[in-house]
């Protein structure tokens, strides 16, 4: 039965998909290479992947485990976005040297610098290992037994698969809710050094204002190189390592986009759930965006007043602010989507469909059994989230739980955790998120630690006085003064960690894990169900940060009536956004000169694509129909952030960074045009 499984799988993968929706497995491209080709692609299969010859995935990374990046020399000179490589520029960064700001150009390769515990991966192959997990699973197993003996197995084959001398770590991940496995073989380099970043007013242009927004532009990239032992391994940092030769590099294109050119992303989607119960679609739409964008409103407003004027703090807190305001924006956009394109409506009357199609079937009751289970979920789920939003956001006692596990690097964790830390900031994020912790959670499900402390206090804002005042871990100097486990513990931030994990481990995690398990087992047999149920569908996996390839065409769209959004934004809008007063706005007075010399006007910036991409697509190469790279994805547009969940093959669109720009702002803004010297350019 798994083997007919797997082949329905794979058989669902060449019939037609709806208009440029889709994330495809490399390894199965064959079975899409038609339709791209119709569409406009000049390359094979074998051009795309290939584990026989080098192949265009040989010039991909998986870049610091969750964005993508992508090999443009033979000296392994690496782009990816300036998001991505943000926290390393950060760590570089300090009053005296603000990379951040002035951003930062190494101009040659001794002046490139180091980042501990940055890797990249290359994917070797990538194999179908259905059979051998699935061998002998059958409904006689309880889902217990299923679920050790799949796991047992998965272990078994990675390990057998991995090479730690040679830099081989290897992973299997399941597709398609468990009905099809694939093993991943990666070459990993632990050595990946800062070569180059703009200013945050280019490479952040725009800043939270126009994040998600169109038109875009913003120079969202970031350069550094891969270095390996002298014999191509893979190594830790050396100062004898040798820039890497990978097997592939980019051709780079000068000759720009045009509306309606073929394109095509080949990156590592993170997650995506486009085929969930409308249940769950319901309750993100109306419950758990809606709380969490509020939620963090709050948190957003409290570090913006004190970064605002203070260039150390706001050092401090630019890659904590972004992080946190990335999805607080993209949460919006998903809600109101998933609203305006009726998704619950129109998935409960497919469920319906699917329940009447099912009956007499081993799918009977399936989507019944889902929507219970979920009525179950919905308040485990609920107060999971908002112990991430709130108690788990005060950095006090996540550094208290830290220490805890690293006692005796106490020193080495405490300097991490000061170097990045400012207690007014700290505080007053405790205040607001513990006030609406113990107004929206249920009492039921609040530790009986926080309703004590509560009682004792007589407020929130005289608990939060008396934990600040009275704690050590607010000192570097006490931190490194403590003799023991047992000292900590005594501590009041500790407590307060130690009371959340409790209670979070205790009386939430088993009750929502078990939940997730079963909901999890059902979509095993659902997600098999559509496929038989919908027989001429094309079924694409879910994104799991593997590596994957979306194609479509380079196209604007309409947002609401009457307006058009053209696909191509230009070095005229950047000066129409100038402001000097709005740091987010404040551009480098070089590009400002550069303007005023003429000619650059119509210095193309960014450009649309309707190309089906989602979180860890940032950085993915962006290419065109000869696979030679033209922009580099960074976002997507605010109207389309729903297509984790749905696709709108109307506003969906990626948005990349014109290779163009990258090469302008690196010649003309960093004066380091050595860097273009080593890349392949074609026309």
Request: glycine share 6%; proline share 5%.
């Amino acid at each position: 039965m798994k083997r007919l499984i797997a082949l329905a799988v794979m058989v669902a993968a060449i019939l037609p998909a709806r208009a440029d929706e889709g994330m495809w497995l490399p390894a199965l491209i064959s079975q899409r290479i038609a339709d791209m080709q119709a569409k406009g692609l000049q390359l094979t299969a074998e051009d795309l992947y290939s584990v026989n010859h080098a192949s265009l995935k040989d010039a991909i990374v998986l870049f610091g485990g969750g964005c993508t990046g992508e090999v443009v020399s033979d000296q392994g000179l690496l782009l990816t976005n300036h998001h991505c490589g943000y926290s390393y520029i950060q760590r570089h960064s300090s009053v005296e040297h603000d990379y951040l700001k002035d951003g930062f150009w190494a101009m040659n390769q001794a002046q490139e610098l180091p980042n501990p515990g940055l890797t990249v991966r290359f994917l070797e192959r990538m194999d179908n290992v259905t059979e051998a997990v699935l061998e002998g699973i059958t409904d006689a197993l309880s889902e217990e037994e299923k679920a050790s003996l799949i796991s047992q197995r998965c272990d078994a084959i990675r390990q057998q698969a991995e090479d730690p001398a040679q830099g081989l770590v290897a992973q299997v991940s399941a597709l398609y809710y468990g009905n099809q496995y694939f093993l991943y073989v990666f070459r990993q380099f632990r050595d990946v050094r800062l070569v180059g970043a703009p200013p945050s007013s280019i490479g952040k242009f725009g800043g939270e204002t126009d994040n998600w927004m169109w038109p875009r532009h913003t120079g969202d990239f970031s350069i550094f190189r891969i270095y390996a032992a002298p014999d191509g391994t893979p190594a830790d940092y050396s100062p004898e390592n040798v820039p890497y030769r990978p097997k592939k590099s980019f051709e780079i294109s000068r000759a720009g986009v045009q509306e309606g050119d073929f394109t095509f992303v080949y990156g590592c989607p993170g997650s995506t759930r486009e085929y969930i119960h409308s249940a769950e679609v319901d309750y993100v739409a109306t419950v758990s965006d809606p709380e969490r964008i509020a939620l963090r409103d709050q948190r957003l407003g409290i570090m913006k007043k004190y970064m605002t004027g203070n260039q150390a703090v706001r050092i401090q807190y630019s890659s904590k602010y972004a992080s946190v305001a990335n999805a607080w924006k993209k949460w919006q956009g998903e809600a109101k989507g998933i609203v305006k394109m009726q998704t619950v409506a129109r998935k409960q009357a497919y469920e319906a469909r699917f329940a009447e199609w099912a009956q007499g079937t081993r799918y009977e009751g399936l989507t019944e059994r889902l929507a219970t289970l979920y009525a179950a979920w919905v308040p485990y789920q609920r107060t999971y989230e908002y112990f991430l939003e709130t108690v788990n956001s005060v950095e006090l006692p996540a550094f208290a739980g830290r220490l805890s596990r690293n006692l005796d690097k106490r020193e080495a964790v405490a300097e991490a955790f000061f170097k990045d830390y400012y207690q007014p900031i700290d505080e007053e994020i405790f205040e607001a998120m513990l006030t609406a912790f113990f107004d929206e959670v249920p009492d039921t499900f609040q530790p009986a630690f926080f309703k004590e402390q509560l009682v004792q206090h007589g407020s929130v804002h005289a608990w939060r006085e008396w934990l600040y005042a009275n704690s050590c871990l607010t000192d570097p100097a006490r931190v490194a003064a403590l003799e023991s486990l047992e000292q900590l513990q005594q501590d009041p931030a500790y407590q307060f960690y130690d009371a959340y994990i409790q209670c979070f481990s205790r009386d939430i995690y088993p009750v929502l894990s078990s939940l997730d398990d079963e909901i999890e087992g059902l979509y095993h047999d659902y997600m098999q169900g559509q496929m038989d149920f919908e027989p001429d569908k094309a079924f694409y996996p879910d994104a799991n940060l593997t590596l994957r390839i979306a194609y479509g065409h380079v196209e604007g769209y309409r947002p609401c009536d009457a307006v058009y959004y053209q696909p191509v934004s230009t070095l005229r809008g950047i000066m129409e956004k100038d402001n000097p007063d709005i740091f987010d706005y404040n551009i480098p007075q070089v590009l400002r000169d550069l303007y005023a010399q003429g000619g650059y006007e119509d210095q193309p910036v960014c450009f649309l694509a309707t190309n089906h991409t989602t979180g860890g697509n940032s950085g993915s190469p962006v290419l065109n129909a000869r696979g030679q790279l033209i922009g580099i994805n960074f976002d997507r547009v605010w109207e389309g952030t729903m297509s984790d969940i749905v696709f709108d093959p109307e506003v969906c669109r990626n948005i990349s960074l014109d290779i163009r720009y990258l090469l302008f702002v690196v010649e003309k803004v960093g004066g380091a045009g050595y860097l273009l010297d080593e890349m392949h350019f074609t026309n």
